[in-house]
């Protein structure tokens, strides 16, 4: 049971950091994987990549935050399998503002694309989901979403949305057979925070508070979303699990 065989799983932000890792994590351990990104040259360029390796993946192209690149994804569901056993709701984005700074349209794409797209995308595909009679959802939020962690507050507010919509919807479909869970990450190594990173007043705090005393790797979030969703985890729903190098139970 520790794989993923023949499981068909769809994961949302597929190319890049924490998406990528986890799409390479599930196919070795045997999944068929649908991906998604928005843009097309990346897509196109790795779904080559791990066509060349005998994957069983395939790219779509597909901007979440509007209702086509919902509609994409399940349309490509739809054309492949007639039943989804993974959805991973991984795309996300960030503007680091102070809160007076931003315009509305960066509010509502940051909400859009972190806390509505997977709510739709869920509903969008639970009619694949239910079919196997144990399906799982594994959101992406952020510790972000529990703590203060000053990357802005439409940031903060998608990812704890995201977390109650994980608790909800697992009460909501458990009696479809359906599990929802979150992982949280901390600081990770991936392009999104790239920049963040490089900055030294800005990544010395993290360090010094983080416990384990490092950023985390990509592949160290791909390992936890891989296991929830996985048979051996089949007793945990609602929960989200924080992958933090400890800065959670931290005071100061």
């Not at 704890?160 to 057979?177: F, P, S």
Request: net charge neutral.
């Amino acid at each position: 049971m520790w794989n993923l065989k023949g499981k068909k799983t769809v994961i949302t932000g597929g190319t890049k950091g924490i998406g990528k890792a986890t799409v390479l994590e599930f196919l070795s351990l045997g999944a068929d994987v649908i991906f998604t990104a928005r843009s097309e040259k990346d897509v196109k360029a790795f779904e080559g990549e791990l066509q060349k390796e005998n994957h069983a993946a395939f790219g779509v192209v597909s901007d979440v935050s509007e209702n086509d690149g919902i509609e994409a994804i399940v349309s490509e569901v739809r054309k492949r399998w007639d039943t989804l056993d993974i959805l991973v709701n991984n795309a996300g984005i960030n503007i680091r503002k102070k809160a007076l700074d931003y315009s509305e349209e960066e509010i509502s794409k940051v909400i859009a694309i972190n806390m509505t797209a997977p709510f739709e995308l869920s509903r969008k595909l639970h009619p694949f989901l239910q079919k196997p009679g144990k399906a799982t959802i594994v959101n992406v939020a952020s510790v972000s979403g529990v703590l203060d962690t000053n990357t802005g507050s439409p940031y903060g507010m998608s990812k704890a949305g995201l977390v109650m919509q994980t608790k909800n919807l697992a009460a909501e479909w458990a009696k479809d057979g359906i599990r929802v869970n979150a992982m949280s990450p901390w600081f990770t190594q991936t392009p999104l925070t790239e920049g963040l990173l490089k900055i030294k007043e800005r990544i010395e705090p993290v360090l010094k508070h983080t416990p384990l005393g490092r950023v985390a790797q990509a592949e160290e979030m791909a390992n936890v979303i891989a296991f929830l969703a996985m048979d051996k985890s089949s007793y945990i729903t609602g929960q989200n699990i924080s992958v933090d190098g400890g800065i959670g139970i931290t005071a100061i």
